[in-house]
């Protein structure tokens, strides 16, 4: 079977999630999947008219395409975008076709009210597109049991482990030992309002990165601000100690719907840190935190307010001990050694699976 990806545009949404697909879709080409080459430049203002663009050009593309394999990023994030990947899907039966999701977010676990959304972007993120997909790359096991309590099957799945993070430049200072704590990312109170209240923790440096810190913030004396830059460059302008993966509305880990999806996702934010060079830390029961801990790449909390006495008993020597462990693993995250590992399973599970 030939195997192909269908390369739709990323690049024009500077975020996180733009960066994970983006790398996705390199390692998929690197792997020996040929792009399908959709419009990729915004012709117009009108994203309806964006979507009838793009849906011309990936119809006239995939339909022709028999017995073939195709790898894809879900959820699906443009109108367009559903329109192609819904079609793929629906017609692979008939067309002798296979694909492979690659798990990037679960949004009826960032959000139990999603699925009631009546539009095509809500129906091909919706868990029903997984129950027909030939295989999953799932994040972890965490999100494996959740998608078997969903009623599919566990043969079909593998996991990711990690998320990678595309580098092949120059590399920053890394961790340096201390109380700095980085947190890059969205800092808009709706998406980090623990912020507030870590910021009044002791004896903890705050490096922050990112848009939308209010000037009340900027102003604190626990907080440097190191403003904002894209995906692509901020590798290299980290400066601290750790990076902080923390998500939801308090310093106490889990709180709120951000919070509690931690529990079953792999942050991209903590592929950054790691491939920069830092020692991470995030709630104890994060999904993610058992690779953390049992690769001695971090430390792992329930509450914020521990971070203090945490930092306290992390000698210089643990912590270079941490920094040499965060260097090797970063190397294979910057050259996208996870998905690989990856895509390498789903082919076996296709094979198993005839």
Known sequence: MKKYYIG????????????????????????????????????????????IFTIISGYS??????????????PPNQLGESYVINKV???????????????HDLEELRDPNY???????????????????????????????????KNIAASKIVNLEIFDYLHNGPLGKGGEFGNRVIIAGNL?????????????????????????????????QSIHYNGSYPSNQI?????????LVWDGDSVVGGVGLSGQYQKYNNPHKASLYLAAGFPVIMWKQAALASFIVENNLGFVVDNLEELPQKLSQISEQDYNEMVINVQKMGKKIRSGYFLSEALKKADKVLEENK
């Not at 629906?90 to 002798?96: D, G, H």
């Not at 699925?115 to 972890?140: G, M, R, Y």
Request: proline share 1%; aromatic share 8%.
């Open 8 to 51: 739709f545009n990323y690049k024009e949404n500077n975020t996180a999630g733009a960066k994970a697909k983006e790398d996705a879709n390199l390692i998929f080409d690197k792997y020996g999947f040929k792009k399908i080459k959709i419009a990729g430049k915004r012709l117009s203002a009108n994203r309806y008219l964006n979507a």
């Open 61 to 74: 593309k995939v339909l022709p395409l028999k017995q073939a394999t195709f790898v894809e990023n879900f």
């Open 89 to 103: 899907n629906k017609t692979k039966k008939k067309n002798k076709s296979l694909n492979i999701i690659l798990i």
């Open 115 to 149: 699925q009631l959304q009546n539009n095509l972007l809500s129906q091909t993120a919706s868990t029903k597109v997984l129950t027909e997909a030939d295989c999953i790359i799932s994040h972890n096991y965490k999100m494996k049991e959740w998608l078997i309590e």
């Open 188 to 220: 808009r109170k709706e998406k980090s309002a623990y912020l507030t209240k870590l910021a009044e923790v002791s004896d903890i440096k705050l490096e922050l990165y990112g848009p939308g810190l209010s000037d009340e913030l900027q102003n604190l």
């Open 235 to 243: 590798l290299t302008e980290l400066s601290g100690s750790y990076g």
